[in-house]
């Protein structure tokens, strides 16, 4: 059974912290580029991290860089986005989703990860006082 499971979303007040997971069963993360997405209501859909498998770098969008962080645990086969100091604008449905052995790029401040195999089902993250 292929899954990307998301967890770890939930309510904070401004300022407060929350470390997402995403677990993964019948593939091996190690192999794939992972991409973390949100989708806030009225918006589209934009990539806030990555954590690449083809040079291994780790990349952020303009509206993370320095509050978010992308790590890896391969012995749990599981990715997980430390967000700190959470704004209200960060308030969204967070994917994560992998894509087999592709780079991520940085556009106009947006990641972003083509080819992508698996897509998670999303956890909510509502940021407010």
């Known amino acids: 059974q292929v899954q990307l499971v998301e967890s770890g979303g939930g309510l904070v007040q401004p300022g407060g912290s929350l470390r997402l997971s995403c677990a993964a069963s019948?593939?091996?993360?190690?192999?794939?580029?992972i991409g973390w997405f949100r989708q806030a209501p009225g918006k589209e859909r934009e990539g806030v991290s990555c954590?690449?498998?083809?040079?291994?770098?780790?990349r952020y969008a303009d509206s993370v860089k320095g509050r978010f962080t992308i790590s890896r645990d391969s012995a749990k086969n599981t990715v997980y986005l430390q967000m700190n100091s959470l704004k209200p604008e960060d308030t969204a449905v967070y994917y994560c989703?992998?894509?087999?052995?592709?780079?991520?790029?940085?556009?106009?401040?947006?990641?972003?990860?083509?080819?992508?195999?698996?897509w998670g089902k999303g956890t909510p993250v509502t940021v407010s006082s």
């Open positions: 989703a992998a894509a087999l052995k592709r780079a991520c790029t940085v556009v106009g401040g947006e990641v972003f990860v083509t080819g992508i195999d698996y």
């Open positions: 019948g593939f091996t993360l190690n192999y794939y580029t």
């Open positions: 954590s690449s498998t083809s040079d291994g770098s780790l």
